[in-house]
């Protein structure tokens, strides 16, 4: 059992498609970000965040990622 605040609280996954390719989509992404450092969360599935300049980034998709990386070259 899970609790937060002295409450109970149920943790469940999601492995519907959409899940899986979202993550998979994110996979490789993730794996680069570790290997620097970044310290990269996957959030509720399908959102990316890390730690960049000690400000955390959070990217919906894959396109905004891009943008932004292209702006920042040490990525």
Known sequence: MVTYKGKPIRLSSDF?????????????????????????????????SFRYEGEIKTFLDIQKLKEFSTMRPTL
Request: aromatic fraction near 12%.
């Open 16 to 48: 519907s498609v959409q899940t899986l390719q979202a993550r998979e989509e994110w996979n490789q992404i993730f794996k680069l970000l570790s290997e620097r450092s970044y310290q990269p969360r996957i959030m509720y599935s399908a959102k990316l």
